[in-house]
């Protein structure tokens, strides 16, 4: 049994029935939280000194598309029409098998140094089963707890997902690993015929998987009342986005324990629409979080939280101001709230709450550690820290008991050959741009 003591840090749970934040030690024991709390026995552990630092969970992006990561950036100034021709009218098709594993693997690698445990990859690029499991492999290497939720490229509304596809990667003809799982990323509603919509979440629900669907960019269309007429919607739901749905729509979303990704600096500046953010919290309900393509908008799911926190505490400071003339006196949204989007709610969002997205004795060992830099210190208060950090603040990541990045560098991973990998599929890729008319 390998045991990993970590004593002297200021330890943010997110469990419900603990303080915001306090000076307790975290006992690891090969992939499990083992127990937490005040001086706790060191037998056969390796002691790490984390005094002055903050220990929290592992961070959950729950809606990246890795396999775009060689793309890095060349996307800031598209709206939601140029991203539509440009990467997925224009360069997915040229997408090898090898391009789909490097993007993969260096986007998942992204993420972890970012303090991201664990990702939702909705890759919707794998026209062949070599495009697939080479997205998978990427994945797998990285060393990051991975949801692979599998899609397809953009195709008639009236075909359905290829459940043969997904059969196969539950079957585990790709291979089995402790830390992937899979889920079925679907066209949906808004771009999917009743019937289709309907047999794709039927086909989720008798396989047991998440089923994650985009809507955004306008209202939601007559696919939507089948999927929930058919009783299709439950907490193995997932909407990313959810721009354009009325509040019924997600009142009904949340009353069926469905969840709801933002991805809010794409959202806002690509033209979905904006984060419903708001919505979710009158309902009792929160969002989670991604940060879409890497192509577009950047990776930090830290960014992301402060973006949809601000973001909302400004539309709540503009509805009272419009109601009594003067910005509101209290604040509408706790940082603790932002902080649990980035990582309860993902977990959720993704299946696996009871599993990661908080610190308690039998979850999954996935934390990172925030570093005691100048610019940190004073830490008055430990949540606001955390969600202020960024991603060069991570000094450490684990995942599943096992480190990913210590000393503020990944461990156990050749960067050098990635990074030339990644430029191979870069070199390939970017001339594509011009095929989009």
């Not at 552990?45 to 903050?54: K, L, N, P, Y």
């Not at 925030?370 to 430990?382: E, F, G, K, M, Y």
Request: contains cysteine; negative net charge; glycine residues 12%.
């Amino acid at each position: 049994m390998k045991r990993v003591l970590l004593r002297g840090a200021q330890v943010i749970t997110m469990a419900a029935h603990r303080p915001d934040a306090e000076l307790v030690d975290v006992l690891v024991e090969d992939d499990q939280i083992a127990a937490i709390g005040e001086g706790l026995g060191e037998t056969g552990a390796e002691v790490v000194d984390v005094t002055g630092r903050i220990v929290m969970p592992g961070l959950v992006n729950a809606h990246l598309h890795t396999w775009q990561t060689a793309l890095l950036g060349v996307g800031a100034n598209w709206t939601l029409a140029d991203y539509l021709g440009r990467m997925h009218g224009a360069v997915a098709r040229h997408y090898r098998p090898e391009d789909m594993r490097i993007g993969t693997l260096a986007g998942a690698l992204s993420q972890l140094d970012r303090g991201t445990t664990t990702l939702g990859d909705w890759c919707h690029n794998t026209p062949t089963s070599e495009h697939t499991d080479a997205a998978v492999e990427g994945l797998r290497a990285s060393g990051i707890r991975g949801v692979f939720l599998h899609g397809t490229p953009y195709s008639a509304a009236d075909l359905a997902h290829p459940v043969s596809e997904v059969d196969r990667l539950l079957d585990g003809r790709t291979g089995t690993h402790a830390l992937l799982t899979f889920g079925m990323a679907v066209r949906g509603p808004q771009l999917s015929t009743p019937d289709v919509a309907v047999t794709d979440f039927r086909a989720a629900a008798e396989r047991g998987v998440v089923v994650s669907t985009h809507q955004s960019g306008g209202a939601p269309g007559p696919g939507w009342e089948a999927v929930r007429d058919a009783g299709l919607l439950s907490p193995g739901t997932n909407v990313v986005h959810g721009a354009g749905l009325t509040d019924e729509w997600i009142r009904t979303l949340v009353d069926a324990g469905a969840s709801i990704t933002c991805t809010p600096e794409n959202e806002l500046g690509q033209g979905h629409g904006s984060p419903v953010t708001g919505e979710l919290l009158r309902l009792g309900a929160a969002p989670s979080l991604g940060t879409d393509t890497d192509a577009v908008a950047p990776g930090d799911v830290l960014s992301a939280a402060r973006i949809a926190l601000a973001h909302q505490r400004g539309r709540d400071h503009d509805h009272h101001r419009r109601e009594t003339g003067a910005f509101s006196l209290t604040a509408t949204i706790t940082a603790k709230q932002a902080l649990a989007w980035a990582t309860v709610e993902g977990a959720r969002a993704l299946g696996l709450d009871g599993h990661v997205g908080r610190l308690e004795a039998g979850l999954q060992a996935d934390l990172l550690v925030i570093d005691s830099a100048p610019r940190l210190v004073p830490t008055h208060d430990p949540i606001a820290v955390a969600l202020y950090s960024t991603p060069g603040d991570i000094e450490a990541v684990m995942v599943a008991g096992q480190w990913r990045k210590r000393d503020h560098a990944l461990v156990d991973v050749d960067l050098e050959a990635v990074r030339a990998r990644l430029w191979e599929s870069a070199d390939h890729l970017l001339p594509r741009l011009a095929d989009w008319r």
